[in-house]
RNA sequence: UGGGGUAUAGCCAAGUUGGUAAGGCAGCGGGUUUUGAUCCCGCCAUUCGUAGGUUCGAGUCCUGCUACCCCAGCCA
């Protein structure tokens, strides 16, 4: 697609040209570090572009990291479907993936340097005691009773502890700090803690796991990293993290910088709220179009290239920040506009006669597959006496702003004739069933030669060789800009989320299948094979609708 | 006076030895058009949270306020 040209310009690439003009660094070393609980989305995806893309950019590397310390809330289905989304979005890690867990035998050794040198004691505290201890964000915290165990004793307490000789809760290694530090973090933080969970990597092999903010760093560390980038809420973290590497043995001291996190409007993405509305089943699954996860995007008929335009378009800050839909729509858009091949399809089908031709007459006639490009070639398609055009681009009286077909007018039918509607059956319920009209044979590829001038172009598929097929068009998931601000955010879930519509493709739609990509449907939208899709029954996507002047005129 | 952060247009965001407010999205006008799409042209911050100060000159330096975000998991 059309990326905008330009390297970004953000804070965190001018620290990098600083330490590369100084010479700390002759290259850098980035990592992305998920934890495997959740799928990935579009929040990850600027961590990623952030963390890859500076690693092309300057020559330098990139690890996938999987940060695993917490077996109880990981599975190895996250492992496989984060490395199928970074992959998806065009980035390619160094070397194997790496997992923290890799470094268990290490982490454990540097543990039990600090307890030597009598930086870290077993607590026995309970959660209510530790916390009663810690103090709050105004007052300063307490020594804890175990503070001051002496070495040897605490040496064999951990490898107890590790030896599956104390229950859950029982206890746990904390570093020995400050508990009147105005960091809470700081205030002897839990760094191993007891877990009988089974492990995705290392199994049944420990049952002591190390805590984020020991393992981290420490990850970080071991891999050379020199660029340690994350999200604004772990900047007090940033002080245990350099605690931690100044006080074990170990050569590098990566740098930690934070950026904001991103915030789009009318969805959430906090792994926590995405788990939910997946287990409660507000959405289909991870991938459910309507999901900001990269999974749900792709299903939905994103592009890589407009997920990395549109991480490029929003850039890199510490500043807390709320971006609008239509941002990513018009990266998507601008995508598509370009690489989309052009299509008819009819969403809501309402059956036009043309009188004027005979019974069981057909022309094959062909169209452009995209309007300004003509390398894109041209396709066929079928023109007979029966066809469908859109319900609403029908009625029977309107003004001279409505540039479509109305009773005793004409309207051009894309890449076809004019047609001028003479009568309507209707049902009943006195709905339009049929729409009768008369073409002019002249109008094929030229204006009429009278000088008559025919304002509108509608769309539309030849009854007789149509697909039959789904369309599913997806609105915002939510019904305020900040769901995750609400009391309980599932209540702001929009109901018309989805709205389904059964219409028809043009006949050269009939074998499309998932991995086609997109098409505009000219005058709708772009859309997508969905995977329920199949040759009987095709079912589409809407990705994005195009731009729509004329919904706004008619809501005003 | 607990600490850590952030304030530039409706949204995102450049602006780094102080020199007279980039760009994108959205919006608004106009042109082209067999998609009310695309494309093209034009408009859209006398002003940078706020009040002072330094200076010939301040978004950039200093001081005081204000607002918002994060931190009291044996989560990450």
Request: one cysteine or more; glycine letters at 6%.
């Amino acid at each position: 697609m059309a990326e905008t040209e330009n390297r970004p310009t953000n804070f965190i690439r001018q620290i990098i040209d600083k330490d590369l003009a100084s010479g700390l660094h002759q290259q850098v070393k980035t990592r992305f570090p998920p934890e495997p609980n959740g799928f990935l989305h579009i929040g990850h995806a600027k961590s990623i572009c952030l963390n890859f893309g500076i690693a092309e950019d300057y020559q330098g590397t990139c690890n996938l990291r999987f940060d695993d310390t917490n077996p109880a809330k990981e599975d190895i289905s996250f492992v496989n479907s984060i490395k199928e989304d970074v992959h998806w979005l065009g980035f390619e890690w160094s070397g194997e993936a790496r997992y923290s867990s890799d470094y268990f035998d290490r982490l454990h050794g540097f543990a039990v340097e600090l307890i030597e040198k009598g930086l870290a004691y077993v607590d026995f505290s309970t959660h209510d005691e530790m916390r009663a201890l810690r103090g709050t964000l105004t007052e300063p915290g307490s020594n804890s009773p175990y503070r001051d165990t002496d070495v040897q004793t605490n040496l064999q307490e951990f490898a107890k502890m590790a030896n599956g000789e104390y229950q859950e809760g029982q206890c746990s290694l904390r570093a020995k700090i400050d508990m009147a530090s105005p960091f809470m973090c700081m205030r002897d933080p839990v760094i191993y803690r007891v877990k009988f969970a089974h492990h995705h990597q290392t199994k049944d092999k420990w049952c002591i796991y190390p805590m984020y903010d020991f393992t981290h760093c420490i990850s970080d560390a071991i891999e050379g990293i020199t660029h340690s980038l994350c999200t604004l809420e772990f900047q007090d973290n940033r002080r245990l993290y350099d605690w931690v590497i100044d006080n074990i043995t170990i050569d590098a001291h990566p740098r930690q910088y934070e950026f904001s996190r991103l915030n789009l409007e009318y969805t959430v993405l906090s792994k926590r709220r995405l788990i939910q509305l997946v287990d409660e089943k507000h959405v289909s699954g991870w991938d459910d179009p309507r999901m900001p996860t990269i999974a749900g995007l792709r299903r939905r008929g994103y592009t890589p290239g407009a997920v990395r335009e549109f991480c490029k378009r929003i850039g890199v800050t510490k500043m807390d920040n709320m971006v609008e839909m239509g941002m990513l729509e018009a990266c998507i858009r601008d995508d598509l506009n370009v690489n989309a091949p052009r299509a008819m399809a009819v969403l809501e089908p309402v059956k036009v006669i043309i009188e004027n031709l005979p019974e069981g007459s057909s022309e094959t006639l062909t169209a452009p597959n995209h309007p300004n490009d003509e390398s894109m070639g041209i396709r066929e398609i079928t023109f007979s006496r029966e066809i469908w055009i859109e319900a609403e681009d029908f009625r029977e009286q309107a003004n001279k702003k409505f540039k479509r077909l109305v009773l005793g007018k004409e309207v051009r039918l894309r890449n076809a004739y004019v047609i001028k509607a003479e009568r309507v059956d209707k049902d009943d319920a006195g709905n339009i069933t049929t729409i009768y009209c008369t073409y002019d044979e002249q109008t094929l590829g030229k204006d009429p030669a009278d000088g008559r001038k025919v304002k509108g172009v509608i769309h539309w598929v030849d009854a007789n060789t149509a697909a039959p097929a789904q369309f599913r068009l997806y609105d915002r998931l939510f019904n305020v800009p900040n769901p995750a601000a609400q009391e309980n955010f599932v209540n702001a879930i929009n109901d018309a989320s989805l709205i389904v519509k059964n219409g028809y493709a043009e006949s050269s739609l009939a074998h499309a299948t998932v991995d086609d990509g997109n098409w505009q449907f000219e005058r709708t939208g772009y859309f997508c094979c969905d995977k329920d899709s199949s040759e009987g029954q095709l079912v589409f996507n809407q990705t994005v609708g195009l731009r729509d002047t004329w919904a706004k005129i008619e809501n005003q």
